[in-house]
């Protein structure tokens, strides 16, 4: 089988790019940058080529490109796919980039993905997928590629673009929010140094998801958080909910306060009745 990989010198691109072509597949990358995809190719020791022909001589088609660019990356390719192909998204979002190839490729199959791993993982071994079929033959595909993931001990939830964005909003978006709000309310006390020595695993933590974060591309951070339809919606709930715990606080309201907490905490058992153990792995993970 013949793989395609449009944006195949990015991280993700790349990681696609080595783990198929270790498992024996033909690989092929494609990209508008022919420096970036020049020295891609040489490293990975794969074919590069235009987006036509990569395309026209491939099974698969893989289009791993940043969201700003996802439009323009599928009308460019749709012109050369054909019947029988099955094209792949990995992009963070999905409804967009469902819609969008709904729109432009009218041959093969297409089916939504998001890997919920990093191009850091050494192999498929305990990632997670979504995936996002929207009719018949993208489940039947949906379906082969859950168990071609399973095979390598990797796992798949399947469900539409809308329930993914839904859930990546809270999962992501909310998560690397509130990350970067910390962190930039951090720097404003002008204590980010001072702060570590005294520092206790609480602190750690945080700091631990700002710092994760911020080491990443701003770009990918800002398009994310532009692309994903639930997160303003979020953002002012969580406004909200500040608000108010504010108010209990300044109101000196301990007994509304022990109320709301208690109440979280029996949330929070009611799902995961193993959740009390969380101050211990805290504690772990910051050992790690």
């Given amino acids: 089988?013949?793989?395609?990989?449009?944006?195949?010198y990015g991280k993700m691109?790349?990681?696609?790019?080595?783990?198929?072509?270790n498992e024996g597949r033909q690989v092929i990358i494609a990209g508008r940058?022919?420096?970036?995809?020049?020295?891609?190719?040489?490293?990975?020791?794969?074919?590069?080529?235009?987006?036509?022909?990569?395309?026209?001589?491939a099974d698969a088609v893989i289009i791993s490109v940043p969201i700003d660019g996802f439009e323009q990356a599928v009308e460019d390719i749709a012109p050369f796919t054909r019947s029988g192909q099955m094209v792949f998204d990995v992009t963070s979002v999905k409804v967009m980039p469902v819609t969008t190839m709904h729109k432009f490729i009218k041959k093969g199959i297409v089916l939504g993905t998001h890997p919920m791993f990093g191009p850091g993982?050494?192999?498929?071994?305990?990632?997670?997928?979504?995936?996002?079929?929207?009719?018949?033959?993208?489940?039947?595909?949906?379906?082969?590629?859950?168990?071609?993931?399973?095979?390598?001990?990797?796992?798949?939830?399947?469900?539409?673009?809308?329930?993914?964005?839904e859930l990546i909003s809270i999962v992501l978006g909310m998560s690397h929010f509130i990350a970067l709000v910390y962190a930039d309310t951090l720097v404003r006390t002008g204590k980010?140094?001072?702060s570590s020595l005294v520092s206790g695993p609480t602190f750690k933590l945080l700091l631990t998801l700002a710092g994760s974060v911020l080491s990443?591309?701003?770009?990918?951070?800002?398009?994310?958080?532009m692309a994903l339809p639930d997160n303003l919606r979020l953002q002012r709930m969580l406004g909200?909910?500040?608000?108010?715990?504010?108010?209990?606080?300044?109101?000196?309201?301990?007994?509304?306060?022990?109320?709301?907490?208690?109440?979280?905490k029996k949330a929070f058992s009611d799902i995961d009745p193993g959740f009390k153990e969380a101050y211990t792995e805290m504690y772990r993970l910051i050992k790690e």
């Avoid at 420096?35 to 026209?56: P, T």
């Avoid at 990443?216 to 958080?225: G, K, N, V």
Wanted: hydrophobic residues 40%.
């Fill in 192 to 194: 980010l140094g001072e």
């Fill in 33 to 57: 940058d022919r420096v970036k995809l020049a020295k891609a190719a040489e490293e990975l020791g794969v074919k590069a080529a235009s987006n036509h022909d990569a395309v026209s001589g």
């Fill in 13 to 21: 691109g790349m990681w696609f790019a080595r783990h198929l072509k």
């Fill in 216 to 225: 990443e591309d701003p770009d990918f951070y800002a398009s994310l958080q």
């Fill in 240 to 264: 909200e909910v500040m608000q108010q715990w504010r108010d209990i606080v300044r109101s000196g309201d301990r007994a509304e306060f022990i109320s709301r907490m208690s109440a979280l």
């Fill in 121 to 165: 993982a050494e192999s498929l071994s305990g990632c997670r997928f979504v995936l996002t079929p929207t009719n018949k033959n993208e489940e039947d595909l949906a379906t082969r590629v859950k168990g071609y993931l399973e095979e390598r001990k990797a796992s798949a939830t399947i469900m539409s673009p809308r329930e993914h964005d």
């Fill in 1 to 8: 089988m013949t793989i395609a990989i449009i944006g195949g």
